[in-house]
């Protein structure tokens, strides 16, 4: 049997040709700028809940201090099979970041088979990463990869994805919106789809992307982009599709190899 960090390492490989995000990748700007979707959110809940985040913590502030005493402490991880799992989970765009959520789901996610799935999540990606890179407009705080040259990240840099904007985490935010957004689907699930959430968050401060406080500011603009359109009926109406086609694909049988080696990654805890 080959060891956790065998699978894992397949898993970051697969993503490693996406990484894409938030500025982060070479020459790309972040994949939610581009028009290609539309969200179920009207501009004037967007600029609500833009105008409803707090700022980043002040540089110097004790937030501030324990962030970056956080994110130092992070550097031990590198090379583990926790950053291989880490730099997986940099990819959130749809298809491929829905499955992060196999094995909190019982399911093998794959495009041709969820249709409506894809098409639900992709608005709600739409809707959390328009929000946090609005808010990321107003608040300059350097990434840890910006504060250190000389610290590693876990995905492909330029110089200006190194200087890039850290807060808040639009990939905590997209995986908190699609943790809550899976919870609705699937109640029974939900503390499980969860936890993925918040790993993706702490993915972003294995791999020196964003501090505990950004990836905190992300996941809570995820929710709150979520419990948004939980209420809308056009949300409501797409639901249906969604949860039949997670029950067709968990009828299959069929699993992700990957999640012993997630099982691994994720059993210890974060120093």
Request: one cysteine or more; glycine letters at 8%.
């Amino acid at each position: 049997m080959n060891p956790p960090w065998v699978a894992v390492a397949a898993m970051a490989a697969t993503a490693t040709a996406g990484l894409m995000l938030t500025g982060c990748a070479a020459g790309q700007p972040p994949a939610w700028a581009v028009p290609t979707t539309q969200g179920y959110l009207a501009e004037g809940v967007l600029a609500r809940l833009v105008s409803d985040a707090p700022p980043p913590p002040a540089p110097g502030s004790p937030i501030d201090l324990a962030d970056k005493a956080t994110s130092a402490r992070m550097i031990v991880l590198e090379d583990t099979d926790r950053w291989l799992l880490a730099t997986s989970h940099a990819e959130v765009r749809p298809p491929l970041g829905l499955q992060h959520f196999d094995c909190a789901l019982g399911v093998r996610l794959g495009s041709a088979e969820t249709p409506a799935l894809d098409r639900l999540m992709a608005r709600v990606f739409h809707d959390a990463g328009a929000v946090a890179e609005r808010v990321k407009a107003k608040a300059a705080r350097a990434r840890p990869v910006g504060d250190d040259p000389d610290r590693r990240a876990c995905q492909r840099l330029d110089a200006a994805g190194r200087q890039s904007r850290s807060y808040p985490s639009g990939t905590a935010a997209v995986g908190a919106a699609y943790a809550e957004t899976f919870a609705l689907l699937e109640p029974e699930r939900a503390a499980a789809v969860r936890r993925i959430g918040a790993a993706i968050g702490d993915s972003r401060v294995i791999c020196a992307m964003h501090y505990p406080s950004d990836v905190q500011a992300g996941a809570d603009l995820g929710r709150a982009v979520a419990a948004e359109i939980a209420t809308l009926p056009a949300f409501q109406a797409d639901l249906p599709a969604a949860r039949a086609e997670l029950a067709q694909a968990r009828a299959t049988g069929l699993t992700n190899p990957g999640c012993a080696a997630e099982r691994a990654a994720l059993a210890a805890p974060l120093p």
